[in-house]
C-alpha cells in the first residue's frame, strides 16, 4: 500500500526566504507526482505534476523535483511571500495505478510580512 | 476554473438520514473523482468513475455509494449517514484523457450530528 508522508507538518519563515517542502512516498513505482496547494476553505489547486521520466519541473518561484529510487519530492519555493502562505500537499497514484491519488496529510506554511 | 461545481456547499443532517452530493462539471470530462478530508488524514479516494455508468472503489468506500447516469454529474451517496462521516467532500476531475494533473471543485462541509 502507498504510503505518502510529508515533514514538517508546519512551517514559518520570514519573508523573502527561500525554503524546501518534503515529500517521501513508500513505492517507488508510480507514473507521476503532484503537487497541490491548499488555502483555508478552499479546494486544492493544482501547482506541478512531474512525470515518472521527469527529474524536476518548474512553475515561476516554484521547482519540484522527484527522486522516484530513495521516494522522495522536494517542493522549493524561492524568494517566499506571504501570499505563498498555504497548506502544500502532494500525492501520488496507487500502486498500479496513474490516477488514483494517495495524499500526504501536507505542510502548514507560513510566510511572516 | 476547471468548472467544477459541488452541491449543496454546506449541510448538517441527522444520523440515519441518507445524504446525496452532488458534483456538477460544464465540459465532458471523462474521469471524476471523491474524496474526503480529514484532519490527521489528508484527503482519501472514496469512489471514482471513468465514464458513465463506470464507477470504482477507492481507498475508503465502506458506506458510500455512487453514479454516474450522464457524464457532467457525479453523486456521492451516504446511505444512512453515520458522525464518523462528518467531513469535507471534494470532487476532482481529470480535463482530458491524457491529462493526469486533477482539478478540484470547492468542496462541501458535511457535519453528521
Known amino acids: 500500500k502507498q504510503e505518502v508522508t510529508q515533514i514538517p507538518a508546519a512551517l514559518s519563515v520570514p519573508e523573502g526566504e527561500n525554503l524546501v517542502l518534503n515529500c517521501s512516498f513508500t513505492?517507488?513505482?508510480?507514473?507521476?507526482l503532484q503537487w497541490f496547494r491548499q488555502d483555508p476553505g478552499k479546494g486544492l489547486t493544482s501547482l506541478l505534476l512531474?512525470?515518472?521520466?521527469?527529474r524536476e519541473q518548474t512553475s515561476g518561484r516554484l521547482n519540484a523535483s522527484l527522486d522516484k529510487s530513495s521516494g522522495r519530492s522536494t517542493l522549493y519555493i524561492a524568494a517566499s511571500q506571504p501570499g505563498d502562505s498555504a497548506t502544500y500537499l502532494c500525492a501520488v497514484p496507487f500502486s498500479g495505478s496513474a490516477r488514483q491519488l494517495t495524499f500526504g496529510s501536507g505542510t502548514q506554511l507560513t510566510v511572516l510580512p | 476554473d476547471a468548472g467544477i461545481t459541488q452541491s449543496p456547499r454546506h449541510k448538517v443532517t441527522e444520523t440515519g438520514t441518507p445524504v446525496t452530493l452532488r458534483c456538477h462539471q460544464t465540459e465532458n470530462h471523462r474521469y471524476m473523482y471523491w474524496y474526503r478530508q480529514d484532519p490527521g488524514h489528508g484527503l482519501r479516494l472514496i469512489h471514482y468513475s471513468y465514464g458513465v455508468k463506470d464507477t470504482d472503489k477507492g481507498e475508503v468506500s465502506d458506506g458510500y455509494s455512487v453514479s454516474r447516469s450522464k457524464t457532467e454529474d457525479f453523486l456521492l451517496t451516504l446511505e444512512s449517514a453515520t458522525s464518523s462521516q462528518t467531513s469535507v467532500y471534494f470532487c476532482?476531475?481529470?480535463?482530458?484523457?491524457?491529462?493526469?494533473?486533477?482539478?478540484f471543485g470547492p468542496g462541501t462541509r458535511l457535519l453528521v450530528l
Open positions: 513505492d517507488s513505482a508510480i507514473y507521476n
Open positions: 476532482a476531475i481529470n480535463i482530458s484523457p491524457g491529462e493526469e494533473t486533477q482539478y
Open positions: 512531474i512525470q515518472s521520466s521527469q
